[in-house]
DNA sequence: TTCTATGCATAGGTGGTCTATGGTTCACGG
DNA sequence: CCGTGAACCATAGACCACCTATGCATAGAA
């Protein structure tokens, strides 16, 4: 109904994503949702309920270490870095988005090779 | 552990690669199943269970609709065809798709724009 | 005859995402 | 001076798509 087109993220790529933006260079986990935004032009918008769950789950599984610091604006915020078990995982997860991307894109563009 | 890499396919992929492997024309259920994988080169995996809900919950929605009938072999299948509607909302899921693989791609490509 | 492929289907669990809340501090406008 | 909104963190609850496991039936091959 309203203008604004439904954002929604795919399933299963936000932490690539999350991982992504930690890669270059700690952040904080309002800055990293801010940065996809502007990155992506506005198309992708992580939600605040989706974004600290999942900040939460890689640090949990080892892929990211947070630190409290303070913000550019002096305000207190919890810093993400990326582990090196973080970047290995996204490397696999980037290659993983690469095979099935391209593979959803041969569907779409088939037609031809129909009987 | 094994070799067999995950095959699981994006969540959120898999009503609008049903809708156009339909789109290609009438098919079993089966079938689809059969031509994901062999269109994405095997790199695509719909497992049955995920397959038969997805066809029943486009059905349901009007996109598709089934008739029984033989299949090549002879056996009695359900075959599935595009509605008005479905075509319709496959040009959506697509343009969709297009947004948000590109909005992902340029998060991936990111690593200049950084201060 | 037993196994594999073809073909359909459901139940149950998992897990990621969204919505809705809740709170704090800072800056700005009225 | 007070309200509002942005910056920042966080959790609870619900939803829903997908997977695993299982069931059944028939045909053909080993």
Redesign the interface.
Known sequence: MAPT??TD?????LD??IL??VA??PVHGYGISQR?RQ???E??NVQQGSLYPALHRLEKRGWLSAEWGDSENGREAKFYKLSAKGRRQLTTE?A??N??????A???D??R??A
């Not at 993220?9 to 790529?13: A, D, E, K, M, S």
């Not at 095979?99 to 959803?104: F, H, I, K, M, N």
């Open positions: 087109e439904k993220l795919l399933q299963g790529t690539m994503l992504k933006i270059l260079g996809i990155i992506s032009k198309v992708l980037e993983s988005w095979r099935l991307s391209q593979a959803v041969l569907i779409l088939a037609a090779q129909e």
